[in-house]
């Protein structure tokens, strides 16, 4: 009998084990990018071109999750940070913000790759629009609250963990609203309300949101709890108003599920007002505590401009802002235009869009609460007909039916923007059967982040 040799087994590798790579890129979510015996690893915090010492943290059949042990070669792109917390929200800080501005180009031309929408090697991907100082931009912080054995805290959650981490600096934030958070957790702790505990399901407060207008400098307040009740209410919010007179809405949105999303389906007022207001070049909006508007505004209007450009709107043109929020796209871009309709699923969102439209006397205007699918054609119905269409989804990109509705009917001009590269590109491979793309501009909403905005300009194919 012959005796064959035997294969030598495969390499293992095991949690913890450490090893020396060489970073090639950087990944979606701005992770580091190696190869280490044949296998993908992802390191957060390495940057291309860095020798670095990594651990293993996961090993999976495909790929690698590893940590960032030392760094043996530097890249002339890394920075020190400014932030030193482990959470989300930060996770290119090291990087210099130039190399974050090319890096968001990247992400679209890897997520076109991966899904390959028609032409997609030819798309122009246009250089992004940045910040001159991209720090101080956020204007919404939402914090959870926990009791600790030291006091309360407040912060967002460790990276891929859920221990929440104290941040009572976060240079990406506006100073206010973390001044607002502070001062509330000592109010909390002043009156002795209880705060939410997550393992036994009690307490009442469970988050604190925050939104300043850079307009206007005032802010509003939204304590999301467990129950309508609350002891203590009347002094919490005497103190409040005395040592924070910048807190001109305070409400309250009761959310007594056991479940991690923050909002619940009631909100009412507390004190001062409903709405605070922020502007857009010449517009401004009244925003409800559940109301969403773009997190920078100075580089919202970045955006929009983009997005009014890539329209080029004429005044016997109508549009259709799906998606429409409190109605921010559609009354900036569409002043001129012959008439605007938008929807939504939030009611609040589209009884701000209906008010905003009213204030500015824009043009012939109709707001609608419910799915865009099922809107679009019962206008159609009704005889309506668009131009124009521009989308702005949430990051799980367009609804397949929505896809199917837009093809449909296949409006001349039609500009999507995206939060989400990857649900872009996927959406892409349908769209295309219709449009060509044009060009792909990315914006920096979020500086210090992998997240990228961009503005799709799309052509009707003839």
């Keep these: 009998m012959v005796q064959t040799k035997k294969q030598a087994p495969g390499v293992i590798l095991k ?11 950087l990944g979606i979510n701005g992770e580091g990018i190696g190869y280490y015996k044949k296998k993908i690893v992802f390191i957060p915090k390495a940057l291309p071109g860095e020798v670095v010492l990594a651990q293993i943290v996961q090993a999976r059949p495909k790929y690698l999750e590893a940590r960032l042990l030392k760094i043996k070669k530097k890249s002339p792109d890394r920075v020190e940070p400014v932030d030193k917390y482990d ?7 090291h990087l210099a913000y130039p190399e974050q501005l090319k890096f968001k180009q990247d992400v679209i031309a890897q997520a076109l790759a991966k899904f390959r929408p028609k032409g997609y090697q030819t798309y122009p991907i246009l250089e992004t629009l940045g910040m001159e100082e991209p ?5 919404k912080a939402q914090f959870q609250v926990r009791q600790t054995k030291t006091g309360l805290i407040a912060g967002l959650y460790k990276a891929n963990s859920h221990q929440l981490v104290d941040l009572p600096t976060f240079e990406t934030q506006r100073p206010l609203t973390l001044k607002i958070i502070r001062q509330v957790l000592s109010l909390l702790e002043k009156w002795h309300i209880s705060i939410y505990d997550e393992q036994k399901h009690t307490g009442l407060v469970r988050t604190l949101v925050v939104r300043e207008s850079f307009a206007t400098g005032k802010a509003q307040l939204v304590l999301v709890t467990t129950s309508k009740k609350f002891p203590q209410k009347n002094g919490f919010l005497t103190d409040l108003k005395q040592l924070l007179p910048e807190v001109i809405s305070v409400m309250q949105n009761i959310n007594p599920k056991k479940t991690s999303l923050v909002w619940g389906e009631e909100t009412f007022l507390l004190a001062g007002q409903e709405t605070i207001t922020e502007t857009l070049g010449p517009l401004s909006f009244e925003l409800s505590a559940r109301a969403f508007f773009q997190m920078n505004p100075p ?18 043109e ?3 802002d799906a998606y429409c929020g409190v109605g921010t796209i559609g009354a900036y871009v569409g002043q001129n235009a012959k008439e605007v309709r938008g929807m939504d699923v939030i009611s ?8 905003n439209a009213q204030k500015y006397g824009l043009p012939r205007t109709r707001y609608e609460v419910g799915q865009a699918e099922d809107i679009l054609p019962k206008w159609i119905a009704e005889g309506f007909s668009f131009d124009a269409l521009v989308v702005d989804p949430p990051r799980t990109g367009l609804d397949k039916k929505l896809i199917q509705t837009i093809l449909h009917y296949a409006p001349a001009k039609f500009v999507y923007v995206s939060c989400n590269p990857s649900t872009l590109a996927r959406n892409l491979v349908d769209l295309t059967k219709v449009y060509d793309v044009e060009y792909i501009r990315s914006v920096d909403m979020f500086p210090q982040t992998a997240r990228v905005e961009c503005v799709v300009k799309l052509v009707k194919r003839r």
């Excluded at 720090?135 to 204007?139: A, G, L, V």
């Design 348 to 355: 609040e969102a589209v009884a701000d869009a209906q008010k």
């Design 15 to 25: 949690k913890g084990q450490k090893f020396v790579v060489t970073i090639k890129r």
């Design 318 to 320: 109508t549009l259709v």
């Design 135 to 139: 720090y101080h931009y956020r204007n």
């Design 87 to 93: 959470v989300g929200g930060i996770e290119l800080e």
């Design 299 to 316: 580089q919202t209007k970045v955006l929009y401009d983009e997005v009014k450009k890539a329209l080029d709107l004429t005044a016997n």
